[in-house]
């Protein structure tokens, strides 16, 4: 029986062009989510995630998107002996608690009909709970399956803060921080998931829709042998840039040869670099959504999720 996987990247304010691509794929096959088993994401992927799994239209996301983007990125005022991006996060996370959990409320993961499965980085920041105790920072993934380890009694507002701590961007949240520092595309891992869960791999299927990719490349003016320390590399965030989320062509790699025909992305181009909190950018993000063609996903979409 076909195993029927959506994955979606985390990307900060670029998750708007993933809510509007998942718009219009529903309007090319009405109510294909519904028959979804299992939806992944990363950081903003992991809230479209939890808000699909919630039952939310991806035409729902997508107001909800627009309408409190912007207030999820405005700086608090910073404490005296505080610098935005330096000494403290660059944003507070009120605005964004106040946004999930009018989405959410109280529920759990194990209230969701769907299956999900939620990137996030434990920083092990527990009291020490004996001696000789290895500890050490490590992946999470939030899962509603049922079995031991299942974290279904998890608030789903909790699972997106978690999943969405975008280090200096946003705090530390319940001693977690975004997903996206070890797997930004979740695809491999839902994959992981689904055959830990009893299913085989020959029934899986999987569509994964990204952020949209941006362009990074070194400077004409730099050269190829550059002697770097902490000032270059830190300029303009480049070590964050090499490192954090660079799993995203890889995992497409892994997915294509696991998967074959049946696994389809949905990446597009973005002429211009859009960071985590590129506000100036929204319209642009939504023109690239709008414009994308999506007439192989149609075709796609009616061989492996009719």
Not at 21 to 32: S, T, Y
Not at 96 to 123: E, H, M, N, Y
Not at 214 to 234: I, K, M, S, V
Not at 288 to 299: G, H, P, Q, W, Y
Request: hydrophobic share 45%.
């Amino acid at each position: 029986m076909t195993y029927r996987i959506v994955s979606l990247d985390g990307g900060g304010i670029r998750g708007l062009l993933t809510s509007i691509l998942l718009e219009r794929i529903d309007g090319l096959q009405p109510g294909f989510l519904n028959e979804v088993d299992l939806i992944a994401g990363t950081s903003i992927g992991g809230i479209l995630a939890l808000s699909l799994a919630a039952g939310y239209s991806p035409a729902d996301i997508t107001r909800s998107y627009e309408a409190s983007g912007t207030a999820v990125f405005a700086n608090a005022p910073a404490a005296a002996d505080k610098i935005p991006g330096q000494t403290a996060a660059h944003y507070d996370n009120a605005n964004l608690i106040a946004s999930l959990t009018l989405l959410f409320g109280d529920q759990t993961l194990g209230d969701l009909p769907q299956k999900v499965l939620i990137a996030a980085f434990d920083l092990d920041s527990e009291a020490e709970s004996g001696l000789g105790r290895f500890r050490t920072w490590k992946p999470k993934f939030f899962h509603n399956f049922p079995g031991p380890g299942s974290d279904a009694d998890e608030k789903i507002v909790d699972a997106a803060l978690r999943t969405s701590a975008a280090p200096i961007y946003f705090p530390i949240y319940q001693g977690y921080v975004d997903g996206g520092v070890v797997v930004r595309n979740p695809a491999m891992c839902a994959l992981a998931q689904a055959m830990a869960a009893g299913q085989s791999l020959d029934d899986a299927v999987m569509l994964s829709v990204g952020t949209g990719l941006n362009a990074h490349f070194l400077p004409d003016a730099e050269t190829g042998d550059g002697d770097w320390g902490a000032a270059q590399w830190g300029r303009d965030m480049r070590l964050l840039d090499v490192t954090w989320g660079n799993d995203v062509s890889l995992v497409d790699f892994q997915c294509r040869q696991f998967l074959g025909q049946r696994y389809h992305r949905l990446y597009p181009l973005l002429s211009e670099a859009v960071h985590l909190d590129g506000l100036a950018h929204l319209r642009r993000l939504v023109e690239v959504a709008r414009k994308e063609d999506l007439a192989d996903t149609a075709v796609w979409l009616g061989k492996h999720f009719a």
